[in-house]
Structures are given as C-alpha cells and as structure tokens.
C-alpha cells in the first residue's frame, strides 16, 4: 500500500488544511460495530472527545478550531477542540462525518447545514469546517456528484438529480451518552412541528465558478439545503411527491425539541442511502 501522501491547500478561512491519502495503521482502535478501525498515520489521536466516531479515518484535518495554540504550545482545551472539529472520511463506506454546531434555531429555515455566521437563524446546524474540506471530503468518500435544481419562474424550480444520502446527526452528552437522528426528523412541515412529507436527500456535489477555483457555496454559505431554488448548495432535501415536474417552493421549519437540551458534542453523518440504516436513540 503506497504510503501517505500529504497535500496542503489553503481553506476558505486561509488556513493550511492536510489531505492524507493514508491506508489503515497497525494498532488502530476498534469500531463500534467491530471493524478495525483506520486512522491516517500521520494523524494526533485527539483523546476522548472523537466519542463513537474514532472508526472514520481522519483524512482531512485542521479546521478552524484545531488551529488554535497558547503560548506554551497546544493546550489541553486546543487539543479537545481539535478533536471536535475533524471532518472524517471512510472509503470504505463512503461516510463522512462533519462536526457541527448546534443553532437552537426556531420557527422557518432554510437550511439544514450550512457555513459561516450568515445563516444562523435559519439553519439547525452551522458547519465547523471551512467550505473546500467538506467538498474534498465528499469527493474522497466515492460519493458521485449530480445535478443541482434548475429554477422554473418565480416560485418553483425542476428538483436536483444525484445519489440518494442518508444523513444522521450524531449527539454526544455531557455524562458520554450517545444518541442519533435522522436528519428529516430535525425539521417539520407546520410550527406545530408535523412531520415532513416523504423524501429524500440528494447529493449534486460543489458548484464552482468558470475557474474552478471559487466554489459557490463558499460564497453563499449553502451546504444541505431545503430551498430547491437555490443552485449553489451541494445536498438538498427533494419530497417525493411531485414525480419529475416542476416542485413549488415550500416552506421547512425547525422541529422544536428535537434535539435534547442536554447535548453539547455533535457531528452529521453523511452516507448512501443503500448503507444499513440504525435504529434512532437519544442521549
């Protein structure tokens, strides 16, 4: 197997970010569901605060968080925070695990997972990873990218086209506790928190501008979108109902008490929809 190859690029928040093509390592920790698990070898074991996701090899490294150092060196609370803000990456079963803040969002969103601070009212969670490392990374897990929506007048737009994902988001509590839940159970159809109409989440991957070199959802802050209208997202929310014509805008709300008041420690899954699906817990 050839060894690791480092590659160093610079994040839409200008900081160096390390690619690492790496196979499994000799020693790794097990899995929670018993496979051995595969680390990158050039990759700091970044202690207890990885919870349940150790399993997924962390290829791409440093976000903004991680990039913090006192004086004296990395610290204790920078190599937590590091350790909370790895996006990791499982060839093998094409996941990707974005760690991600909570927004305790209420009433309309827009967005399931979006980036930055512009979006925070209306999305349930904010990425904490720059732009470019969740785009690589999903290039790295195998997923195939599909075509974005094509708005249609004012109000409705021809639904995107690409691989069916299954998304999860996996909480961890202050006593350890874990919990998981799938992502359409975080938003609702009414205020009244009904459920939403059947669906599916699809994967068109990164739009970039003509160069290539500016990726558009670094400009708009889309990640997981529910506004089909929007063509610069790179997952969006599709309802079943509506065959292949043309979809209406509809509107999504965040599902009150969703998530428990309790979790503090959260990443999203992001996997086929083919994969084994798991029975919903909370912490």
């Known amino acids: 197997m050839p060894a690791a ?8 928040l200008g900081l160096a970010l390390t690619v690492s093509a790496a196979g499994a390592a000799p020693g790794a920790d097990p899995a929670e569901d018993g496979a051995p698990a595969r680390p990158a070898p050039d990759a700091k074991p970044s202690g207890p605060s990885q919870g349940g996701y150790r399993h997924l090899k962390p290829l791409l490294l440093e976000t903004d968080d991680a990039s913090r150092t006192g004086k004296g060196g990395r610290g204790a609370a920078a190599e937590e925070a590091a350790g909370r803000s790895v996006v990791r990456v499982d060839p093998d079963t094409h996941t990707v695990t974005v760690p991600v803040r909570l927004t305790r969002a209420r009433g309309v969103v827009e967005w399931l997972l979006s980036a930055g601070g512009d979006h925070t009212r209306m999305s349930v969670l904010v990425a904490r990873c720059p732009v470019r490392v969740l785009a690589r990374a999903l290039e790295a897990a195998g997923l195939t990218a599909g075509r974005p929506p094509k708005p249609v007048g004012e109000d409705a737009a021809r639904p995107p086209q690409g691989p069916a994902l299954r998304l999860t988001l996996r909480l961890r509590g202050p006593d350890g506790s874990a919990g998981a839940i799938p992502a359409q159970d975080l938003l609702a159809a009414t205020p009244d928190a009904a459920p939403v109409p059947d669906g599916r989440w699809v994967y068109v991957g990164p739009q970039a501008l003509a160069d290539g070199k500016v990726l558009l959802a670094e400009l708009s802050g889309s990640l997981v979108t529910t506004a089909l209208r929007d063509t610069t997202g790179m997952i969006y929310w599709v309802p079943t109902a509506g065959a292949d014509g043309p979809r209406y805008v509809e509107a999504f709300y965040a599902r009150p008490g969703a998530v428990p008041a ?20 909370t912490p």
């Open 5 to 12: 190859r480092p590659i160093l690029f610079a994040g839409c």
């Open 262 to 281: 309790e979790a503090r420690e959260a990443v999203l899954e992001i996997r086929p929809e083919a994969s084994q699906p798991e029975a919903r817990s």
